[in-house]
């Protein structure tokens, strides 16, 4: 069964702080891996990953695909109240898009 | 503007009805999802259609229903056999092609059975 499973489920962290979310997936046919934001809304798309190794970076975010070991990481660095929100993993097969549950991270003043 | 519509962006309805949310997407997508989320939970595919007159069903279809007879418009159904269907829709669309195209997302719907 194809799954994709993120940690932590949740994260409280002080303004400043960097923190990294994390996304394993076990999907055949794998085509790319996607990051969405979601704010008490619809998702808003920030990263899509199709190779290893390569960094996508956009500002404090940044993020990373490792095809070996299946999974990718989210970093965001010097974190503002503005990041409170869920961070959404997904990966493409081509036909479908297999969600994880999220990580809800809130960024304390 | 291109984008994907969703209306109403909240309904209410009495249990045992039929209820059908709408979706369109100007994008000239070939696919369109639905997806519901439920609080503290990430999105569970319901159907989704990659081409017109055709759908396919996802993890938790039971309950419902669709059609895809335009391109434009992928139309979702929830019936009264539909459990628990107070929740956060979303409708979204994307390239078919080789899983190399995100998903855009409507604004959603949040379904409240009374």
């Known amino acids: 069964e194809d799954k994709v499973v993120q940690s932590p489920l949740s994260l409280v962290v002080h303004e400043g702080d960097t923190v990294t979310l994390n996304c394993s997936y076990e999907?055949?046919?794998?085509?790319?891996l996607l990051w969405y934001k979601q704010e008490k809304k619809a998702p808003t798309f920030l990263f899509m990953l199709t190779s290893s190794g390569i960094e996508k970076k956009s500002g404090r975010l940044s993020s990373i695909l490792d095809k070996k070991e299946l999974f990718s990481i989210l970093n965001i660095t010097a974190t503002q109240t503005g990041d409170s929100a869920v961070y959404l993993c997904a990966v493409s097969t081509g036909n479908q898009f297999y969600f994880g549950t999220g990580t809800s991270l809130t960024v304390i003043p | 503007d291109g984008g994907i519509t969703q209306s109403p962006k909240y309904l209410f309805r009495k249990e045992g009805q039929n209820v059908t949310l709408s979706c369109e997407q100007n994008?000239?997508?070939?696919?369109m999802y639905w997806y519901r989320q439920d609080p503290g939970q990430g999105l569970r595919l319901i159907y989704y259609s990659q081409i017109v007159n055709d759908f396919q069903k996802g993890d938790i279809a039971e309950g419902y229903s669709v059609s895809r007879e335009k391109k434009e418009s992928f139309p979702l159904t929830v019936t009264s056999a539909q459990k628990n269907p107070t929740a956060f829709y979303l409708c979204?669309?994307?390239?078919?092609?080789?899983?190399?195209?995100?998903?855009?997302f409507g604004p959603g719907t949040r379904l409240t059975v009374l």
């Open positions: 994008l000239n997508h070939d696919a």
């Open positions: 979204a669309s994307s390239i078919v092609g080789q899983g190399l195209s995100t998903q855009y």
């Open positions: 999907v055949t046919n794998f085509r790319s």
